[in-house]
């Protein structure tokens, strides 16, 4: 028998806690206090709770909203845009849901079981609507060819790591140094 789907104020609850979660997670990291949240989004803890028993699933779920606005917005891009620049659009929106994650990568090394291989999941994830981009710039010439998708969104997850007093600004200025760098240039031998 197949899950109902909830009710239009169930639904609302749970909009609003994942809208409020990515805001306080972007904020105070994902360690954020549960409190903070629900007031975040306007409902009490108990609703939080009912919705998200664990802070790891609520975690989860924001990891897995995000994921799925990364792999949506791909096809649009690759539509209304010139090769390289839907590749530099979606890598930019991707490098704001991973750098606006601060504690996420402690989170996804805790030992904490429901973490276990989250990472690798994403990346397994996201790569295909990612590498449709990729494939497409690399044929347009605009991007160099020995670049793979896993060690380019593995590359801008680690650039994405904050260093003290730096946030998302920051990330993206190390990002487009690095897609500046895949460029391919024609007058020079590889």
């Known amino acids: 028998m197949a899950a109902r789907p909830p009710r239009a104020d169930a639904q609302r609850n749970i909009d609003a806690l994942l809208s409020a979660a990515r805001t306080v997670f972007a904020r105070d990291g ?20 009912r919705h998200f028993p664990k802070r790891s699933d609520l975690v989860l779920a924001v990891l897995s909203h995000e994921v ?15 090769p390289r ?12 849901f991973v750098a606006t994650k601060r504690g996420l990568a402690a989170a996804l090394h805790s030992g904490d ?14 790569e295909p609507a990612f590498a449709g981009l990729l494939d497409a710039a ?47 240039r024609h007058d020079q031998e590889r």
């Open 30 to 49: 994902v360690d954020a206090h549960v409190k903070a949240i629900a007031a975040e989004a306007g409902v009490g803890v108990a609703t939080l709770y």
């Open 68 to 82: 799925d606005e990364c792999i949506a917005i791909a096809p649009a891009l690759s539509e209304s845009f010139p």
């Open 85 to 96: 620049m839907a590749l530099a659009k979606w890598v930019d929106r991707y490098t704001e």
């Open 113 to 126: 079981p429901t973490f276990e291989g989250l990472g690798t999941r994403l990346l397994q994830r996201l």
């Open 138 to 184: 690399r044929a347009s010439g605009e991007i160099r060819p020995d670049i793979s998708a896993d060690d380019l969104l593995r590359a801008v997850a680690h650039l994405c790591v904050p260093g003290p007093d730096e946030g998302v600004a920051f990330s993206r200025r190390m990002v487009n140094l690095l897609l500046d760098g895949l460029e391919q």
